[in-house]
């Protein structure tokens, strides 16, 4: 079983910055992948970054890339997700995740573990 805490949300302006952490226990990480997911009120969840956890390689959602960026801490089992330059539209319920499944893994339904979410609200 797998335990996923996130932390880091809050309210923010336009154009301002935070950051997301993820603590994962109940096992150790040699493969598969975590993300983010983000759903916004009236809006299907969607990806916003993942990251390989055997080799680190990342991916970004479009509407996210060169603002936001996906890292990890192998020593602490967290994954982070710098926020950059927020936008009114970037105001969701931010949630990450976790699969068995190696390599880049943007569907949603691949990933096993989820945790609670944390809120984050951009203003304009």
């Known amino acids: 079983q797998v335990q996923l805490v996130e932390s880091g949300g809050g309210l923010v302006q336009a154009g301002g910055s935070l950051r997301l952490s993820c603590a994962a226990s109940g096992r150790t990480f040699s493969s598969g992948a975590l993300a983010w997911f983000r759903q916004a009120p009236g809006k299907e969840r969607e990806i916003v970054a993942t990251l390989s956890w055997k080799d680190g390689t990342t991916y970004h959602a479009d509407s996210v890339k060169g603002r936001f960026v996906i890292s990890r801490d192998n020593t602490k089992n967290t994954i982070y997700l710098q926020m950059n330059s927020l936008k009114p539209e970037d105001t969701a319920a931010y949630y990450c995740?976790?699969?068995?499944?190696?390599?880049?893994?943007?569907?949603?339904?691949?990933?096993?573990?989820w945790g609670q979410g944390t809120q984050v609200t951009v203003s304009s």
């Open positions: 995740a976790c699969t068995v499944y190696p390599g880049i893994i943007i569907r949603e339904g691949l990933y096993n573990y």
